[in-house]
């Protein structure tokens, strides 16, 4: 590793130069290979070993399940449309070949996202004399997988740069957004172009080469969509009863079908403690609360869902584990993490069956929790500042 | 009536090398040096000039805002160098040992038996009050308020810290000359605050005309800052005065004796030490003496803890406070994928690290910041060791953007530097959290004023 680190050194840019971008892509390389040996000088002399950048491997590392088995799923998806598999064949039946097809759709998506977002960053890094902060490692990797396959890669493009500019960086960077930047490029795609982020079109490839063909009775509807027509019958005739969907092989967004992969991650990242355990505990206790009451009410058969069932089709349980945790747009009051995420979780199933244009509810509700975190920890913090005052009124 | 306190949340860093329960050497310091460094805020004037003869008590420099408050000179001798920094800022009053201290005396009685005024204006003429210092600001105590209490810590929870009662073993009367010296001035209580995590030393069990408390749980348990919070938290307008158990055996030497006796054990200790135990010194010793053959190579001297403590050269001295020599590793070294290594060797409060799974392990932490300075992104691990009623994250933001209100109504008064070392320890983002509080301590002082 010193040759690497040698070489490193004798092409290193000079920081005031006359391309001060080379000196900060030279200084994300860099510092991505070695973590540089700075030490402490003033205050604390030893430190703690985590760093920013482990921090978000952490995350990278947790959505790995959900991204293996979206690629799977994509390419199980399409050969199921296409009948070349049904729903009762065994899971390793053409398992290359799904995978193989799932990796040619999905790793575009995520190769356009990280180079656009990247190459943002760096531009805003280099512009402002300021490291390469490591948010986007995240966002990267997260904005594929709440997207649909077939979505076009320039939209792709078009919405990360619209995400990292307008969602973070104008507001002064990593650390700094109000709202998550993986949802805000959901969200622009979702509005700027609908056709293409939601229906019955695109959440399967369904390219056809010659002589190919759809099975008969093919829909291509998310099982959200299923269900607002038809409640619980309609999700069990195309089989996501609760124990598929909570498996995943269902129609979705890339990496949001399976909870169980999304529970590996969960798992991780609870035991890292990187997420905030008690977003994840209160955003699925709202949405859990919040489908028991539709449930008891039962006015259409979208509400007779039974509240588990809730929980694990669409975007549920992604968005509670991996963007209602987002430490700069949550909460970040102990007391107000708690409500932020039961509010979360009531707000994506109210939005998810009052309004079933918008059937993917948690991204609004994460979105809009964004803008109300800051004003929850406000009052937090307000009521631990007179409970202090009070310590004085009450002696005197 | 005491009080049982018990912390949770907060965190023990092992590290190698405790000092080991026994005197090994008693260190006749050739040079010893006085940094009005040691104390925030202070406006030196200097009362000698190089060349001068001292004895030990001897003012060597005063506060400019409060002339009452001398710092003396810790041996006879001659005053050799007066090193300035920048703006003529003095750093150093260097003074050249002799070989047998000459004392300069003071008045010699039983406190109880004195006045407060008179009790003060011995304290002030033979450079112990300094040793007293106050919240809010965190800095030396002034002399003409009436503290609401006195609190002192008989217990060291940082890393390496020296064991209080081994140091203070067997000194009773002293001890209780100081006690009986503080207890004038105030009209509250004194207050003792002692291990509760193991059996406190009997010269702290039997102190009288003090209320004792005993204090169990992980660092920062030991802060005075924290035991002040959770007993008689302090509001606005309040002045608690705080100090080191040990402060108060000097205190009380000065009432037995009649003399500023500076003489202190130290705890030597660090991964490098070759034989981590206790040493007689001086305040404000030169350490080379100490460290000559005593130590390995690389190492970072540190005056103090490996939290709080000031880096010094191997020539350097201890700070006025210290109790404390530590030496460890100096870091330095790139580390090839640093954030993915399993990291056996790293002590993490986080549970990102392997060495999670060993609860028990002895760490070799060496100097490096272990990453790069970032903007705050993770939430929620300065509460975790953290434990007062006070929100650390708000509070350092509203330090960062000046807003005296909020610093005030997010709790400023109640915390010192000291108190955040473990949220600088831990952060991810490796915020200088110390040094930002100490400004705002500064800044809000200057307002104040």
């Known amino acids: 590793m010193k040759a690497l680190d040698n070489f490193m050194q004798k092409i290193k840019p000079k920081a005031d130069g006359k ?65 070349e598999v049904t729903t009762a064949s065994h899971v390793c039946d053409m398992f290359w070949d799904k995978f193989i097809f799932g990796a040619l759709k999905v790793l575009p998506i995520i190769i356009v996202s990280y180079g656009v977002g990247l190459g943002v960053e760096f531009i805003f890094a280099a512009f402002n004399k300021h490291s390469i902060q490591e948010g986007f490692l995240v966002s990267g990797m ?202 979360i979780g009531i707000f994506a199933i109210m939005i998810r069956v009052f309004n079933p244009a918008y059937p993917e509810g948690v991204m609004l509700a994460i979105l809009f929790m964004n803008i109300m975190a800051p004003l929850i920890d406000h009052y937090v913090v307000a009521a631990n500042v007179k409970r202090r005052l009070k310590r004085v009124s009450v002696k005197a | 009536m005491s009080k049982d306190v018990k912390i949770k949340r907060g965190a023990n860093i092992n590290l190698k ?57 810790p041996v006879s001798g001659e005053v050799v160098d007066i090193v300035r920094g920048d703006k003529r800022k003095i750093l150093e009053v260097k003074v050249k040992a002799d070989a047998e201290i000459q004392y300069e005396s003071f ?24 040793f007293i210092r106050q919240r809010p600001y965190d800095i030396i105590a002034n002399p003409k308020d009436t503290p609401k209490s006195i609190h002192i810590t008989a217990i060291d929870t940082a890393p390496l810290a020296p064991d209080y009662g081994f140091i203070a073993h067997g000194k009773s009367a002293l001890f209780q000359a100081g006690l009986d010296a503080l207890v004038k001035l105030t009209d509250g209580k004194v207050h003792l605050n002692i291990n509760g995590n193991a059996n406190a030393d009997e010269v702290f069990t039997t102190a009288k005309n003090v209320q004792i408390n005993k204090i169990a749980g992980p660092h920062p348990a030991g802060n005075v800052g924290i035991q002040i919070h959770k007993i008689e938290p302090i509001n606005k307008g309040e002045v608690v005065w705080t100090l080191k158990a040990l402060d108060v055996l000097t205190i009380g030497k000065l009432f037995k004796e009649g003399k500023f006796d500076a003489t202190r054990s130290i705890a030597f200790a660090g991964s490098l030490v070759k034989k981590p135990s206790y040493i007689r010194t001086v305040l404000g010793a030169k350490i080379d003496a100490i460290v000559k053959g005593n130590v390995e190579e690389g190492g970072r001297y540190i005056s103090g803890n490996p939290l709080t403590g000031t880096k010094i050269s191997e020539d350097g001295y201890l700070s006025f406070y210290d109790y404390q020599l530590t030496v460890i590793p100096e870091g330095g070294n790139n580390q090839f994928m640093g954030w993915l290594a399993p990291g056996f060797d790293k002590f993490s409060l986080s549970g990102t690290f392997f060495s999670k799974l060993m609860p028990n392990k002895q760490y070799d932490l060496n100097t490096n910041m272990n990453g790069e300075e970032r903007s705050l992104v993770v939430t929620g691990e300065y509460e975790k060791v953290f434990p007062m009623d006070i929100y650390p994250v708000q509070l350092l933001k509203s330090i960062l953007v000046d807003d005296i209100d909020n610093m005030e109504k997010l709790g400023i008064y109640e915390v010192a530097p000291e108190d955040f070392a473990l949220c600088e320890y831990a952060c991810t983002s490796k915020t200088p959290v110390q040094h930002y509080v100490r400004e705002g301590l500064n800044k809000l002082k200057k307002e104040m004023s």
């Open chain 2, 107 to 130: 008045k010699q009685a039983d406190a109880s038996t004195l006045s407060r005024e008179e009790v003060k204006e011995n304290m002030l003429k033979s450079g112990v009050w300094p």
């Open chain 1, 19 to 83: 391309f001060p971008l080379a000196y900060t892509v030279w200084d994300g390389m860099y510092t991505l290979f070695f973590v540089p040996g700075h030490t402490n000088k003033n205050g604390v002399h030893i430190r703690d070993g985590i760093d920013l950048k482990r921090t978000m491997v952490m995350v990278i590392l947790a959505l790995v399940p959900s991204l293996l088995f979206g690629i799977y799923n994509v390419g199980h998806q399409h050969f199921l449309a296409l009948g």
């Open chain 1, 142 to 343: 997260l904005i594929p997988l709440v997207l649909p396959v077939d979505v076009p890669l320039w939209m792709v493009g078009v919405a990360t740069v619209f995400a990292v500019v307008i969602g973070k960086e104008v507001f002064g960077g990593t650390g700094m957004n109000i709202v998550n930047v993986a949802l805000t490029a959901r969200a622009f795609l979702f509005f700027a172009y609908p056709t293409k982020m939601s229906g019955d079109e695109v959440w399967i490839n369904t390219g056809l080469e010659e002589g190919q063909q759809l099975v008969d009775g093919f829909s291509g509807a998310t099982p959200l969509a299923q269900a607002v027509k038809g409640g619980t019958e309609a999700l069990n005739t195309m089989n996501a009863s609760v124990m598929e969907s909570f498996i995943g092989f269902i129609p979705g967004s890339i990496g949001e079908t399976s909870t169980l992969a999304i529970g590996l991650g969960a798992l991780l990242l609870l035991i890292t403690g990187i997420a905030s355990w008690r977003i994840m505990l209160s955003t699925f206790a709202g949405g859990y609360v919040m489908a028991l009451l539709f449930n008891l009410w039962g006015a259409n058969p979208f509400m007779e869902l039974t509240p588990i069932h809730q929980l694990v089709i669409g975007g549920f349980a992604f968005g509670a584990v991996f963007m209602a945790t987002d430490p700069v747009t949550g909460s970040q009051t102990n007391t107000g993490k708690y409500i932020y995420g039961f509010l």
């Open chain 2, 17 to 73: 090398g405790a000092a080991e329960k026994l005197h090994t050497n008693t260190i006749t310091a050739t040079e010893v040096v006085l940094k009005p460094t040691d104390f925030p805020t202070l406006i030196p004037k200097l009362s000698v000039k190089v060349g001068d003869k001292v004895k030990a008590g001897s003012p060597l420099f005063y506060n400019k805002e409060i002339e009452e408050v001398l710092f003396t000179s």
